[in-house]
């Protein structure tokens, strides 16, 4: 069974920082291209952030550059997160997305307040 779970997500200061975490199980997670999303409130889902299976194609959304990074622990079936100098309008429910298999985690909510 494809199971993703998110984690890390709360609620931070405009200028602060979260991790996000989500873990893998069900497939081969070392051989997938994973996605970070997130669905602003009233507004449709949008990519955040992709890297493919060996962490050599990073691609980020343009609101997001130079601000998040995402990265991934193939031993421990996880990809992260990492959200730095945060503003309010990041504030989103945040999906973690496996493609080929087109799944989707239950999400973690980011609330940032100004």
């Known amino acids: 069974q494809v199971q993703l779970v998110e984690s890390g997500g709360g609620l931070v200061q405009s200028g602060g920082s979260l991790r996000l975490s989500c873990v893998a199980s069900?497939?081969?997670?070392?051989?997938?291209?994973m996605g970070w999303y997130r669905e602003p409130p009233g507004k449709g889902r949008e990519l955040v952030a992709s890297i493919n299976a060996t962490s050599t194609n990073l691609n980020y959304e343009r609101s997001v550059k130079g601000r998040f990074t995402i990265s991934r622990d193939n031993d421990k079936n996880t990809v992260y997160l990492q959200m730095n100098g945060l503003k309010p309008e990041d504030t989103a429910n945040y999906y973690c997305?496996?493609?080929?298999?087109?799944?989707w985690g239950q999400g973690t909510q980011v609330t940032v307040s100004s």
């Open positions: 997305y496996v493609y080929s298999l087109r799944t």
């Open positions: 069900g497939f081969d997670f070392s051989r997938e291209t």
